[in-house]
């Protein structure tokens, strides 16, 4: 693992100097004009474009970095986006053609990671945003990977097992160039889970000729998955929503959730925070939203979703809309959908005291303002869903090396790096004065460019 940055940020400017010396450096990358690091703000009025609402987030820790004008350009652009047709013979005999993604944003920390979407709502805009945060992500928890992502335009609940085994394979194969365990390795994200992991490790095998584990994570434990993945990223949450309070000076027991997804992460970031004694009043997901102020009993939901597929006709709780979720009077509000579920609209609206952003992007750059405004303490995405890949990571070293951990050892050592990188974006934000995102953006962003620097620009 990198040795950890965090120290030597005790203030930005200084942690530069040493890099702009023409010994350490092949390519100075300095423009020889005075800053080019904008807040152009005028350019982001869409705030629903991810891409433009990641960047601004970007462009304002970028500031405070006052970071160099020619890698402030380097990362702010995807180093390569990848479009593809992908045929399909649908089970009526039928071919439909779907549309997918893969954008590798920055690999210079390592092969590129990221997680594979099938939805009706991607789009390459959505991608290159979900691929920079992983880019962020990867380096806030101190992990050696760059940040890429991909997606499908498709909507996998209407599919049969069929037809999405022969669309993951023929996507796969679309992207097959770009893919492996030394420069892009996928994982599961919406829509997608184990079994198309393992779809696409057998095609990426077949292709290569021989069995590669490591091309992806999230795989099923049988085929070189990690004990504890799948409960990885929910178990993130968790530890970062206990430190949040501990910081807060807040009790763990009784303290109150309200919880927006009961995909992955959602589900199992409510079992966890509810066995550590916290009450989970509201669960969500596409078909409505669930509450009950005395505390749902998610065993029971997780048992009725397996089941019915969906949380509709759920009868334990009175049936809310999801927007009245995100507004209820709760300690801890976790939002683990989709993104742009808090705007400008709604954020004053929000009464927790906390927000885990369990999804990538759930608030956009016009709500940060007001709830900071509000005291709203925010766990931003790329530290509080950092779980996920973190023990991707693990999966990842543990194909490489064929020696599999036990799942305590798993667990562990992921609360040993979210606890860390909680308390790196804790210290960092207390000295620079500036709320956890920025402050993680700040950690993320001054580690990928030391090494931009380290290795210059090869030409
Ligand atoms: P998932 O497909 O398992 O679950 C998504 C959940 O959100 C489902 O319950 C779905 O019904 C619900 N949902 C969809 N549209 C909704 C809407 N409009 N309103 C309310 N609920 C809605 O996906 P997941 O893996 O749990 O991912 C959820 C979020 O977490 C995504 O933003 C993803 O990028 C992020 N994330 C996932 C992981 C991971 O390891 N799975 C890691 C990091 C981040």
Redesign the pocket.
């Known amino acids: 693992m990198f040795h950890s940055a965090s120290s030597s940020i005790a203030g930005a400017r200084l942690f530069w100097r040493p890099f702009l010396q023409p010994d350490y450096m092949a390519t100075d990358l300095r423009l020889p004009t005075h800053k080019i690091v904008q807040r152009d703000k005028d350019r982001f009025l869409n705030e629903e474009n991810p891409f433009e609402a990641m960047m601004s987030r970007f462009d304002r820790a970028a500031e405070l970095l006052d970071l160099e004008p020619g890698i402030y350009k380097v990362l702010r652009n995807p180093e390569k986006q990848i479009i593809v047709s992908v045929p399909v013979m649908l089970d009526t005999g039928e071919v439909e053609v779907y549309t997918g993604f893969r954008v590798l944003y920055n690999t210079s920390r390592g092969p590129a990671k990221g ?1 594979i979407r099938f939805d009706l709502q991607v789009t390459l805009e959505e991608v290159k945003a979900l691929a920079a945060w992983m880019t962020w992500k990867c380096a806030v928890v101190n992990i050696p990977f760059g940040g890429s992502k991909g997606g499908v335009i498709c909507d996998p609940l209407k599919m049969s097992v069929g037809e999405l085994e022969r669309l993951t394979r023929r996507y796969t194969a679309g992207i097959i160039a770009t893919l492996g365990p030394d420069s892009d390795v996928p994982a ?4 997608t889970n184990e079994r198309v992991m393992a779809w696409i490790m057998d095609t990426y095998s077949m292709h290569v000729r021989h069995t590669v584990t490591a091309v992806v994570t999230g795989k099923p434990v049988e085929m070189g998955g990690s004990l504890g993945r799948r409960e ?2 929910g178990r993130g949450c968790m530890i970062v929503t206990k430190e949040a309070l501990k910081h807060l000076g807040m009790p763990v027991a009784g303290t109150t959730v309200a919880i ?7 589900s199992i970031a409510a079992e966890m925070l509810q066995r550590e004694g916290c009450t989970i009043t509201a669960i ?3 078909t409505g939203a669930f509450h009950n102020a005395k505390g749902i009993d998610i065993a029971d939901a997780v048992r009725y979703v397996k089941e019915h597929k ?1 949380l509709e006709g759920y009868t334990k709780g009175d049936k809310i809309t ?1 927007e009245e979720l995100l507004t209820l009077d709760v300690d801890v509000l976790l939002p ?4 742009n579920v808090i705007t400008s609209k709604n954020a004053s609206k929000i009464r927790a005291k906390i927000v885990c952003e ?3 992007g759930p608030t956009t750059a016009g709500a940060d303002a007001i709830l900071d405004d509000k005291g709203v303490f925010v766990i931003p995405d790329i530290l509080a ?1 950092a779980g ?1 890949v973190t023990v991707s990571y693990f999966e990842w070293v543990q194909d490489r090396g064929g020696y599999f951990w036990s799942e305590e050892s798993v667990n562990d050592r992921l609360r040993d790096i979210m606890t860390r990188s909680f308390k790196d974006v804790l210290s960092l934000s207390r000295q620079h004065k500036v709320n956890m995102r920025t402050a993680a953006y700040m950690l993320a962003i001054s580690r990928v460019s030391t090494v931009h620097k380290l290795r210059g620009i090869y030409a």
């Not at 927006?260 to 959602?266: A, P």
């Not at 683990?336 to 993104?339: I, K, N, R, S």
């Open positions: 997680g599961p994200d919406v829509n990885a990223t927006q997804g009961f995909g992955n992460v959602g969500s997901d596409r969906t999801n683990a959908a989709l993104e369990g999804a990538n869903n996920g």
